[in-house]
């Protein structure tokens, strides 16, 4: 089995992805949203977990052949982050949101030198906001950003915009497109809940998907 369909198997599983097209998840933004994505629970199961960072080392060996330092964003990437570098033998940092207020105030901890190439890690995309502040401070460290590498991308219109407004490179073990027919595959949704989540990634800040005929 390819490995974006693996996880993405491996996320239905566990219920880290649940779709919910009848009854949908309000998010901050007000959005109302199909989905909901929790990848922190990946690091309960230990199978799934071992699918997971194998996915990760495999793809950046691929994309990211010349990574000299894997760094997770704080705290969703922070774990992924460390397994990986653990098992690729490199060195890992972590990278805050924004500076500490007090203390040395970091943003970056642990070290990445100027010059280094870094892989940032992180569990989801949904805009790409987060991880391409964490991206920022990288770069504002003198360090070379390879790479974004994720989990599990909604791919959210808004996103692809962001990546590249930014000119940063994005690859994820598995999307939201690979889920949810693998979804429909298993019987887990319906044909027309199929079309409502298409309608829905299409554009998130309409609810037209919601009077769609089921």
């Known amino acids: ?29 007000g959005i109302k949203s199909p989905v909901y994505c929790d990848n922190r629970l990946t690091l309960a199961y230990p ?17 990211y052949p010349n990574a000299e330092v894997i760094a997770g964003t704080a705290t ?29 105030k970091k943003q970056i901890e642990g070290i ?18 987060s991880v391409l502040t964490a991206v ?13 590498a994720a989990i599990f991308t909604y791919q959210l219109p808004q996103a692809t915009i962001n990546f590249e407004n930014e000119d940063v490179l994005l690859n994820t073990l598995t999307d939201f497109d690979t889920l949810i027919h693998l979804a429909e595959e298993q019987g887990k949704i319906s044909g027309a809940q199929l079309e409502q ?11 037209d998907w919601r009077t769609q005929k089921k």
Not at 13 to 23: E, F, G, H, R, T
């Open 47 to 63: 199978d799934v977990r071992k699918d997971v960072i194998n996915a990760f080392v495999a793809l950046i060996e691929k994309v």
């Open 112 to 129: 990445i030198n100027p010059g280094q190439k870094v892989v940032v890690i992180d569990d989801l995309i949904s805009t790409g906001g």
């Open 1 to 29: 089995m390819e490995n974006n369909k693996l996880i993405a198997q491996d996320l239905l599983k566990i219920n880290a992805v649940v779709l919910s097209p009848d009854d949908p998840f309000t998010w901050a933004s």
């Open 136 to 148: 920022q401070a990288v770069e504002a460290a003198e360090a070379e950003v390879l790479g974004v």
């Open 76 to 104: 969703a990437g922070i774990p992924h982050a460390a397994l990986i570098a653990e098992r690729m033998g490199l060195p890992m940092a972590y990278i805050r949101s924004s500076a500490k207020s007090h203390g040395r």
């Open 197 to 207: 989540l298409k309608l829905w990634y299409a554009d998130p800040t309409s609810e």
